[in-house]
Nanobody
Framework: QVQLVESGGGLVQAGGSLRLSCAGS????????VAWFRQAPGKEREFVAA????????LYADSVKGRFTISRDNANHAVNLQMNSLKPEDTAVYYC?????????????????WGQGTQVTVSS
């Protein structure tokens, strides 16, 4: 079993930055691929970024490329999402997800473990 807890959400003005953290626990977390998804009101949950367990594969949605960075913090058993140059359209609940198979993918159904989400609101 893998447990995930997100933190770092909040309210920020357009152009600002936030760093989200996904703290993982469980014996297999270190071998997991970890991804971030987001869901805005009335919309489907969409892929944001993913990192394979090794870090050799990193994926980003086109809408966040060049602005968001996913990284692993092994000391704190966490995967972070640094979000810069935020836009109002980035407003959503952000979820982290983990796959013990270790392979990064944009496909939501490939991730069996999910956190509860953290709200990000970007004001214009």
């Amino acid at each position: 079993q893998v447990q995930l807890v997100e933190s770092g959400g909040g309210l920020v003005q357009a152009g600002g930055s936030l760093r989200l953290s996904c703290a993982g626990s469980g014996r297999t977390f270190s071998n997991c691929a970890v991804a971030w998804f987001r869901q805005a009101p009335g919309k489907e949950r969409e892929f944001v970024a993913a990192r394979s367990w090794s870090g050799r594969t990193i994926l980003y949605a086109d809408s966040v490329k060049g602005r968001f960075t996913i990284s692993r913090d092994n000391a704190n058993h966490a995967v972070n999402l640094q979000m810069n140059s935020l836009k109002p359209e980035d407003t959503a609940v952000y979820y982290c997800a983990a796959d013990p198979g270790g392979i990064a993918t944009m496909k939501r159904h490939m991730y069996p473990y999910w956190g509860q989400g953290t709200q990000v609101t970007v004001s214009s």
